[in-house]
């Protein structure tokens, strides 16, 4: 069946630092694929997404680019902040019907030390 | 912003008693979800719900489970009789339309079964 597998964490690293967090995905047809991100106490919250293959997804200085032909979804910041901690999760919607039920990946806590 | 409210934000329970998990959808917001994550484990489709019925389910959502929308505002996760194995954090979601991907989540309840 569908899944996703994203690099194992924690990932720390500091201020400034250049971050790639690794996500590939396996699913028949063309899902859309999302990045969710998790703050201390709070929901997750959806990043970016991509719904179509050599889509780019963008926000907050994030982006990830949607490449069909490595079934890859790789988050990256070239700057990150100490604001940028948290859990981040990579999804994608599988293409049954319009309820479009997520398929998460395990998750990467990412720390950012000042 | 309007967001999704889940109460209460931490419960615990003897096995075998029965646990409702609450949620407050956002107010226009048509299809609804459940999902749960076990620590350390991928975030897991539970259910999805529209025009009062449940619309697809996972495996993990056997019979001990059931969902409801008592009113125009909740929704609600029932485990009958928990097990030590049910303990995990439960996000509620929703989203807006069948044309829309962005699921919007809550903060999730965290059940422990002692």
């Known amino acids: 069946g569908d899944s996703v597998t994203q690099m194992e964490g924690p990932v720390t690293l500091s201020e400034e630092a250049f971050l790639t967090i690794n996500c590939t995905y396996t699913?028949?047809?063309?899902?859309?694929l999302f990045w969710y991100v998790q703050y201390p106490g709070e929901g997750l919250q959806l990043l970016l997404k991509?719904?179509?293959?050599?889509d780019k997804g963008s926000n907050k200085g994030f982006e990830a680019t949607y490449r069909k032909e490595t079934t890859s979804f790789h988050l990256e910041k070239g700057s990150v902040q100490v604001s940028d901690s948290a859990v981040y999760f990579c999804?994608?919607?599988?293409?049954?019907?319009?309820?479009?039920?997520?398929?998460f990946g395990k998750g990467t806590k990412l720390s950012v030390k000042p | 912003e309007p967001e999704v409210t889940q109460t209460p934000s931490h419960q615990v329970t003897q096995m075998g008693q029965e646990v409702i998990l609450r949620c407050v959808p956002i107010?226009?917001?048509?299809?609804f979800y459940w999902y749960r994550q076990i620590l350390g484990q991928k975030v897991e489709f539970l259910v999805s719900?529209?025009?009062?019925?449940?619309?697809?389910k996972s495996e993990i959502f056997d019979d001990q489970f059931s969902v409801e929308r008592p009113d125009g505002s909740n929704f609600t996760l029932k485990i009958r009789s928990t097990k030590l194995e049910d303990s995990a954090m439960y996000f509620c979601?929703?989203?807006?339309?069948?044309?829309?991907?962005?699921?919007?989540f809550g903060p999730g309840t965290r059940l422990t079964v002692l």
């Open positions: 999804a994608l919607r599988q293409m049954r019907g319009s309820q479009g039920n997520l398929i």
């Open positions: 979601a929703s989203k807006q339309s069948g044309s829309t991907d962005t699921q919007y």
């Open positions: 699913a028949t047809g063309y899902p859309s």
């Open positions: 719900f529209y025009n009062n019925e449940i619309s697809e």
């Open positions: 107010s226009n917001h048509l299809y």
């Open positions: 991509a719904t179509k293959a050599d």
